[in-house]
């Protein structure tokens, strides 16, 4: 930590600022500079460092505390130099080949599902993706099937030998999603609820968590971490576009960050090129390009009908479009070395 | 609703949305120009539109639907045009008066929330704030006393004839949290958490709806209309800043939104001046600015010593800053024909 | 400065980076911590820190570099404790008085001008504003009337005894403008059009700079250290909101800037609160809120007949609306401890 | 245009809609539904729109007008269906074959600037890039060498066969850059510098047209609608990041913007991963990312020694580091069916 001090601070004000930094038995060097006097605090590990920071930040003679390091650990790529596979029951999510989790935005009926299933299985998707639990901004949309829609996931995806991916919003839910679902999937508007966090950090259920529409890549690390300190390993990350003044794209999918994670983040990264734009005409292209930025896999939402979707019609493919989306991502998979 | 056709629809096309629309029970009216065919939906009821805006927006020969009415009921001012005043045990919100919520970020022990509260009350704050569950970005900060840390709360706003106000996080503690505070408040992070606005919606006591820093005014209706559904209809809603390219301060306070909220909806609103700025130094500016917009109410972080704060003691009024900023307010207050 | 090391960079990536800095002629001084060795650079003159910093930064053994002071002088309170007040012509911008500029956003004919003017002068405006050379987001829209609008204002202004501001977009128009205007404004879109700051700095007519949608506060800073630097030192900076995923306003006010601004400069801020929202209904109380920040003044829309007008007349105050306004106004100034 | 009537307008409110719109010679149908009324105008070209719509915008009556078509019209592609090929004094832009315009981000010597040229040619890319007025956020930062340095540009790129692609920031410079420029860029500060893109609409030699980084897709389009109007028809769209929230990188780069325009435009689109990233180690995978979401090329800063550079170093990469990119980035160019 650097502790910058004010225009005016005397010496006395420095001292204050180097004894409580000794007090909590890390070392302190100060550097005086012409206008500005800083104090480095070496020494301090990351599990104490937003409280002494913050506790720093008040002091009236700081003007103020700049970070050195990243503020997370078991998240980050030094912690662990070599990129983490988390295997989803057989299927490694981080290694060499992409992977493609495909099917509708909710569960709507069993048959629905089934002809949306078979068609994303045909193509190449390993992994069924469906809502049971749905988060919707207006309270009048539809809320999800529940417990109706995971057994209804579960038993499409054994048929198919798919894995399942579902969202759970209710840390009270997280132990009957887990009963259901290979990878539990945690929500936009939920990567800053801790409590949720919490309990699946308690579990050892892969978990697949969105970047926050709001949150800077620094937050989201910092929210796996939530799920690491709690015990569970297994977290992929994914980008699924952040908020910004665009009204065109229902958000801006961020692709920078997935080479950024990388660098960062020895987690493996995937991308939902649905969600991240809101318009089916320009899923394809955001696919071939999350590949070729390096995601570890896609998030992709199929329909048989879009345009009797009780969701998320608007960027939903066919069968027919994912169909083809999954023929022309094949050489952008094959350029960047990686296999499908 | 509004329908706009794709360039090229073909008059099937228009029929086919146009028997849709019937189908469902409303009538339709098209309109044919140069270049582009709209279609008119009439009579559709909020509770069913975003249903079948989605619906209609998957359609391929539909470019897109606008949507005319606001996507909420019961907290538009429409259907309420009188402003509620909600009652917080005796204290209105939402009256002539302007009500001061004040009180440390965090519940760090019962003296430090006596002396707290002890210059609040003196000062003119009616309601006590302090957090005893503490969503926190870092694993590793203070995540709050729980229990106890309301224990402490309730303890001491008796003892000085003060109401509580305190945050909920998960949708598990309503119940707990109820039996000690007066008002429930939901965290921005938690603007979108719909099992604890589900939860906060089936009690009768008030709730403090802060604004997602990610939430456009309408989204924040929404969240509101979840809980005016859900049978409480004591709702108070909050300005505590977005988040925006501008890193001066920690966030941006959209102060605009104050009287855009009064003219959309006839829920109280009030201003988060130290979440809204991070800083100290801007409160009091800030203060008055709410103030004279319109807001209120306003929700202060002080604490007797911010520069030993387990949080957010840089922007934590000492309890000194707090009484000046009370004392430099009231003409702001009096100009706009209010009473503090 | 401080120069952040990469991970496991040598000791010989340390001294290059100390030689680097000495080689300037700068003093270099080296805390090793347990994760990261940061070096400081003292000395380094503001003129000279841009450069630098983007040097050491490209170094490969750099992770970052961070900057201790702010990246302006003239501009910066600390260079000028005081704050500055602007004459304009025997008005002085940045006392106690608030002033107020008002009048059509565009000098549409005579006739409009006219009686806006004498509106807003009975209401008590004291400077006259309205477009000339009028920025347009598209290329059909109404583009200005050039000269023969400076005339009208400045011959309207002139029997009204006020002031003139007034746009100037390209920087050969800067000495045509100065003939007829008090103070040249510079547009948001214009903030960081450098061609154009260097020209305003070379004149001494007052220049009221607005903030670029976009800009950082210490980017805003910047612009104004161009004006300053280039010999000119009669600056008033205006707040006019920027741009953030807030759709219900046309701008998102960042009135949280002006108390920022009062801390960090010695110079003026006004606030355009009609700009700042794009809501004729939303001017009012964001005018008082400005006051009551600590805003030294306000830019406002007013034309005689708002739905006759060729721009901006949603966001335009009638002749009366105004007078309201100014009505409601005056106690908040008072409020404040200034004078109208 | 859709005008949407306030709640509560009279009949009478309605026909001074009508009649408005049919005094401007357009006509009104009207849809009368059960809590709004909206009137449709039919026939009003897209160079009347912007006006009117504000006209209407203005009426105490009227809640919104909501546009129906895109607001601009020679850079749509519905005005011109097949895409857009510029040529480049032979080299086409927008055609199969992908386009690399690389080259140090400021022309600081004739060495530099060779030897950075020498290495991009070598590699396979075609067009010079390089800046002689440079647009800086800091009056201290280097700002270019002007004439001087767009004769080094000039003579390089002579040598060696390639194009030039440099910066214009004066409307009184877009004559003398034309001298030596096979390509003007217009910078994102500039995006809405109306009285340049008057200036460069007047002139035949392509404009490389850069994304304003606050700029809405539907803005950029109308920025390109100004130099098509001015008769300029060889207008390249370069997205090079837009401002957002996220500090990890310098831009957001909205790379859904490629395949978004390409529906919108017939104009061709690069990408500039360098000032889209900020970050040398990102520009590899965004530049693959770029190319298969459907790019017409790339503009890259290459530098012989970052970090010796007067500006940007740390996004610049090193010769051996373009060649590298340029190696990796020919599988992917071939995957999605083009050549470099």
Redesign the interface.
């Known amino acids: 930590m ?1 502790i ?1 001090m004010k ?1 005016g601070a005397t010496k006395e004000d420095v001292h204050s600022v180097e004894e409580r930094i000794r007090e909590w038995g890390y070392s302190a ?1 100060t ?6 006097t ?1 104090v ?1 605090a ?2 301090v590990p ?6 002494y920071m ?7 003679c700081v003007e103020k505390v ?1 970070a ?2 990243r ?2 650990k078991f998240a980050s790529r ?1 912690y662990h130099p070599e990129g983490t596979v988390v295997d989803v029951n057989g299927i490694p999510v981080g290694g060499k080949q992409v992977v493609i989790m495909a099917g509708p935005c909710t569960v709507e009926t069993y048959e629905q599902t089934w002809e949306s299933a078979v068609a994303c299985h045909a193509a190449g998707a390993t992994i069924l993706r469906g809502g049971a639990y749905k ?9 999800g099937h529940g417990e109706e829609g995971l057994k209804i996931l579960r038993d499409v995806a054994d048929k198919l030998g798919m894995r399942v991916v579902t969202e759970v ?4 839910n997280v132990e009957l999603v887990c009963r259901y679902a290979d990878i539990l999937q945690i929500g936009t ?2 990567m ?4 949720l966090l919490r309990e699946v950090g308690r579990v050892r259920t892969p978990v697949l968590l969105k970047r ?3 949150a ?4 989201w690390m ?1 929210a796996a ?2 799920i690491l ?1 709690g015990g569970n390993p297994n977290v992929i990350l994914c980008e699924r576009g ?8 229902r958000n ?9 994670v990388k ?1 960062l983040s020895h987690l493996p990264i995937i991308v939902d090129p649905s969600q ?2 809101g ?1 089916r ?2 899923v394809e ?2 696919s ?7 995601a570890d896999g896609l998030l992709i939402e199929v329909h048989p009908h ?9 960027q ?1 493919l066919t069968c027919e479009g994912f169909c083809n989306l999954m023929r022309n991502l094949r ?2 998979v ?3 070395g990686r296999t499908l």
Do not use: C
């Not at 990351?46 to 409280?51: L, M, T």
């Not at 879009?306 to 608007?314: R, V």
């Open positions: 650097i910058v225009k060097h550097i005086y500079g012409a206008e500005r800083v480095g070496v020494g990351e599990a104490d460092k937003a409280r913050e506790s720093l930040e008040a002091m009236p700049i050195i390091l503020p997370y030094e988060p919707s901004t207006s309270p009048y949309s539809f809320q919003m209710d840390p009270r508007r939920n800053q609820n801790y409590d926050g529409m709001w800077r890549i620094e937050e910092q971490e939530y300190v952040i908020r910004t003044f665009e009204t065109h794209t801006t999918l961020d692709l920078s960050a997935v080479p950024a660098e991240g734009t318009k005409s320009l292209a955001m071939k390009a999350a590949i070729a930025a390096g879009p345009d009797q979707a009780l969701k998320d019609g608007a939903s050489p952008v094959e350029a960047v």
